[in-house]
């Protein structure tokens, strides 16, 4: 059920994404009078789910679900009509407009991409908000798993600046350290401020680790529920209890009592609690796996998140803002691909888009992630790939500076060149996802 939830929103999330950036083309087509013969969600290689003709156009959906097109009259795209190309140009034909009409025609993608993420967290932030928890604000301080451990950082530490840059919200803390690459982490450790210097190639590290939570919020350990066939709850532990100790020691953190039960495989341990201010012993037999069933209390129950409320009017910047920032990130993220050891590896496909949706349904996280998604589809697309939206302005950009057009024959060939090119990311991005599933 999860995968198919996982599955449900990147189809709804691509299927919005699609439409909307040929919708972009097709508004622009139809303001310059050039005729849109189809207009397409999915692909249909040999036969399409459903179309229907209104117009001169025709509107379909197609079985592949690998993205969309508008078939523009007149222009060599990714339906390679060259039949239509051999006859003489009608006025109403992509290639008889004015270079800078085919210019905006060809950004009209790429350009409604950017305002649906701009829109999209507008209305996100002026219905949710935001809430985020600030650096300073993480008092128990951090721990941190193996990785976190290669970095030099330890449980306990409190991160203040990252190369003597404080970072607002401490969520962002792991991305800002991949995508800024910092070389140096600011800490507090044992009450003594001190300078970490991040190991070299430890940014190409973390980019093909799989998990974002090589550093997390230290919390205390307070009973929020049990697994079914809890340890805990059989040996008499409640709902709200607070554990603090194992045996004869204390361990206050849920990281140092969950490290310390690992000690204690098939043996029975006296877990010290606190409940309604007293204090109890309780015998617990530790079963195989090292754990007693109990999940803690989140991050929010003990720290001091802040929120934003935006209205409509204040919504408005901030969207641009994040907009503009999440475009920083994903163009960050592309420069690590190349500056980075084999960093390629870390390209990912459709497994890779969908397991970033949260497998129950969110739609708070759903939007999030479609606006985002509305961006990098506008970064992708305006690269200056032949067959992609920014192929096609690099060469309308040349025609309009040298002011001469090239050849139909060039183009034709430049689009082969190009969908071979697609093709080959294609594979090559879903080929390292299921080669990440054997690993």
Same mark, same amino acid.
């Given at each position: 059920?999860?995968?198919?939830?996982?599955?449900?929103?990147?189809?709804?999330?691509?299927?919005?994404?699609?439409?909307?950036?040929?919708?972009?083309?097709?508004?622009?087509?139809?303001?310059?009078?050039?005729?849109?013969?189809?207009?397409?969600?999915?692909?249909?290689?040999?036969?399409?789910?459903?179309?229907?003709?209104?117009?001169?156009?025709?509107?379909?959906?197609?079985?592949?679900?690998?993205?969309?097109?508008?078939?523009?009259?007149?222009?060599? =795209?990714?339906?390679? =009509?060259?039949?239509?190309?051999?006859?003489?140009?009608?006025?109403?034909?992509?290639?008889?407009?004015?270079?800078?009409?085919?210019?905006?025609? %060809?950004?009209?993608?790429?350009?409604?991409?950017?305002?649906? !993420?701009?829109?999209?967290?507008?209305?996100?932030?002026?219905?949710?908000?935001?809430?985020?928890?600030?650096?300073? !604000?993480?008092?128990?301080? $951090?721990?941190?798993?193996?990785?976190?451990?290669?970095?030099?950082?330890?449980?306990?530490?409190?991160?203040?600046?990252?190369?003597?840059?404080?970072?607002?919200?401490?969520?962002?803390?792991? &991305?800002?350290? $991949?995508?800024?690459?910092?070389?140096?982490? /600011?800490?507090?450790?044992?009450?003594?401020?001190?300078?970490?210097?991040?190991?070299?190639? %430890? $940014?190409?590290?973390?980019?093909?680790?799989?998990? !974002?939570?090589?550093?997390?919020?230290?919390?205390?350990?307070?009973?929020?529920?049990?697994?079914?066939?809890?340890?805990? &709850?059989?040996?008499?532990?409640?709902?709200? =209890? /607070?554990?603090?100790?194992?045996?004869?020691?204390?361990?206050?953190?849920?990281?140092?009592?969950?490290?310390?039960?690992?000690?204690?495989?098939?043996?029975?341990?006296?877990?010290?609690?606190?409940? =309604?201010?007293?204090?109890?012993?309780?015998?617990?037999?530790?079963?195989?796996?090292?754990?007693?069933?109990?999940?803690?209390?989140?991050?929010?129950?003990?720290?001091?998140?802040?929120?934003?409320?935006?209205?409509?009017?204040? !919504?408005?910047?901030?969207?641009?803002?994040?907009?503009?920032?999440?475009?920083?990130?994903?163009?960050?993220?592309?420069? *690590?691909?190349?500056?980075?050891?084999?960093?390629?590896?870390?390209?990912?496909?459709?497994?890779?888009?969908?397991?970033?949706?949260?497998?129950?349904?969110?739609?708070?996280?759903?939007?999030?992630?479609?606006?985002?998604?509305?961006?990098?589809?506008?970064?992708?697309?305006?690269?200056?790939?032949?067959?992609?939206?920014?192929?096609?302005?690099?060469?309308?950009?040349?025609?309009?500076?040298?002011?001469? &057009?090239?050849?139909?024959?060039?183009?034709?060939?430049?689009?082969?060149?190009?969908?071979?090119? *697609?093709?080959?990311?294609?594979?090559?991005?879903?080929?390292?996802?299921?080669?990440?599933?054997? &690993?």
């Amino acid at each position: 059920m999860d995968i198919l939830i996982k599955i449900l929103q990147l189809l709804l999330s691509l299927s919005i994404l699609v439409i909307f950036h040929e919708l972009g083309h097709f508004i622009a087509a139809r303001i310059f009078k050039t005729r849109v013969e189809k207009f397409y969600l999915f692909f249909n290689p040999w036969f399409s789910l459903f179309k229907i003709r209104k117009g001169e156009t025709e509107y379909g959906m197609g079985w592949l679900p690998l993205g969309g097109y508008v078939k523009i009259a007149g222009m060599i =795209d990714e339906s390679m =009509d060259l039949e239509q190309m051999k006859k003489p140009p009608q006025p109403w034909e992509f290639r008889s407009k004015p270079a800078w009409q085919r210019l905006i025609i %060809m950004l009209g993608g790429v350009t409604v991409n950017i305002l649906l !993420a701009i829109l999209i967290y507008i209305v996100m932030l002026s219905f949710w908000g935001e809430q985020y928890l600030p650096a300073s !604000a993480v008092k128990y301080g $951090i721990t941190v798993d193996s990785v976190g451990y290669q970095i030099g950082l330890r449980n306990g530490d409190k991160i203040i600046s990252l190369d003597h840059k404080t970072v607002d919200d401490f969520m962002d803390i792991p &991305k800002t350290i $991949i995508l800024e690459e910092a070389k140096t982490i /600011q800490i507090e450790r044992d009450g003594r401020d001190t300078t970490l210097w991040v190991p070299e190639k %430890m $940014i190409s590290i973390l980019i093909h680790y799989k998990s !974002a939570d090589f550093i997390s919020v230290r919390i205390p350990f307070v009973v929020r529920d049990f697994v079914q066939g809890s340890a805990a &709850k059989k040996a008499g532990i409640l709902i709200n =209890d /607070q554990i603090i100790g194992l045996n004869d020691s204390l361990y206050p953190y849920f990281d140092q009592f969950k490290t310390e039960l690992q000690h204690h495989k098939n043996r029975q341990v006296t877990v010290r609690v606190i409940r =309604d201010k007293d204090s109890l012993n309780v015998p617990v037999l530790v079963p195989e796996t090292g754990l007693i069933g109990v999940y803690p209390q989140p991050p929010i129950h003990y720290l001091e998140f802040r929120e934003k409320h935006y209205n409509i009017f204040t !919504a408005i910047p901030a969207g641009f803002i994040r907009t503009w920032e999440g475009a920083g990130n994903y163009l960050k993220s592309i420069k *690590l691909i190349f500056s980075q050891e084999k960093a390629y590896e870390s390209v990912g496909g459709f497994i890779s888009i969908g397991n970033i949706f949260p497998s129950s349904w969110n739609w708070q996280a759903f939007w999030s992630l479609t606006a985002f998604l509305s961006i990098m589809l506008a970064i992708l697309n305006i690269l200056p790939i032949p067959a992609l939206d920014g192929g096609h302005v690099m060469f309308l950009l040349y025609e309009i500076i040298v002011r001469r &057009k090239p050849s139909e024959r060039f183009l034709e060939y430049a689009q082969y060149v190009g969908m071979a090119l *697609l093709l080959g990311l294609l594979i090559f991005a879903n080929a390292n996802d299921i080669i990440k599933l054997f &690993k």
